[in-house]
């Protein structure tokens, strides 16, 4: 019995309110092929939207909102034990090109003894999208987006959704505006930042377990780490935090499995205040060595 | 003083050895194992030392594994390789009630339905042997040479998606590698990010 999903497009192409949203997509059991359980609810709803506060600037921001249903969860760049991140495939005019996605930090979801890297609730995956120099007014233009996502709860769905807008967005005070833009502005204080000056990141490599020392400017009772890299750490072992003079130490267990030599720990650091930090350490060997 | 520094060394080494038996090392002797097949055989890798062994960790439901199975591609390695000798364990390490758990019965209709030729497939509901290898995903693909050691360790080829339209332009490396290994070379990929769904030990 095969199930197909079902699509259920909105697309706002008012000439004088250009909104935010170019699409909603409502996924129902996308999975091809063989014998399936009963259906289940959507769990992740999946929109386009642009920031229309960046209509000016050479590079407006687009983002992918990911709605997900209470313990689904999709991937970080770097998924962790299993799974796998969102793809995002522009479809773009000669001349623009898309940024990286800018990755808010990402939260740990540990189950039956594994831990992946996701998120959980609600999450937009925003890039910059700049285009050619121009002469004179800026023309809209329409540009698409395919986005391929795996969902999970204790079992894992993947998804698919084509999606439109016109670009780049234009300043609009309408309330629908707003809430976008409070998306973006909201998914910017989730970006991982550059630690500030009289924060540094160093790390070292003791037997089995890298360790990371953080010198901070301002005091942090507890700090996760989240690596860029797969197969550097294990990432279901408990990470020891311990407070050392002027910051903190975290110990982290070298994967048994590593797929190349580590030259530096790259990653993100979350702190309980939702502070989050770019790390890029050098790795050096073992003070005692 | 110096002869209580000694015995805390030792202490401390047998610990760490201790710890390296959970968990695997390419490169290092692969654990052995005891488990019980869908025929109700019981299955020791020591049995198979002679011969090359591949461990597939498999979950019915998982897209990844779907992909696989669905495209015929898990099944025609399995025959190719059987057929060379290669003893070829599916490895079934989903707790009761979670996805992919199956009796023995189920697997053995499954295996029919999909026309699999594992030389076996092991029930592993308690995820021991899962544990083990810490087999992480399904599928998560370990290659043992027949002097029992552990030769490849990852994911079934380069493509880390649910699209059967990949498995056509997909490097295998189970394949590289048994291919590489029966020639006598060393293998040019022998670990890798395993990918899949998350193999569904108990809580």
Redesign the interface.
Known sequence: MNLLGSFIFYRGLHPRRLIAKAGIAILLLP?A??AQ?SPSPPNVRVELLTDPETSSGSSPSVGIHFQLEPGWHIYWQNPG????PPRIEWQLPRGYRAGPIEWPFPQRLE????V?YGYEGDVLLMQKISMPPMAGVVRPVLVSVQV?W?V?R?????GKIHLETSFPPVSDPSPEAAVSHKLFAAARKRLPQQPPPGAVVTATSEK?RWVLRLRLARKESHAIFFPLE??EIEDAAPQAVTRVPRGLAISLKKS????KPVESLRGVLVFPSGTAYQVDAPVRGSPRE | MRKALVLFAAFILFLAARLAAFGVSVGASAPDFTATDSNGQTHHLSDYRGKFVVLEWHNNGCPYVRKHYGSGNMQRLQKEWTAKGVIWLTVISSAPGKQGYVTAEQENEYLKKMDAAPTAALLDPTGQVGRLYSAKTSPHMFIINPQGILIYDGAIDDHPTTDVADIAVSKNYVSQGLTEAMAGKPLSISTSRPYGCSVKYPD
Do not use: F, T, V, Y
């Not at chain 1, 034990?81 to 796998?84: A, V, Y």
């Open positions: 999975l092929g063989g359980d034990d299993s799974g796998e189950h039956g003894g594994l992946d391929k795996l999970c204790e079992i894992c769905i993947p089995d797969p197969g048994s499995e590593p797929l």
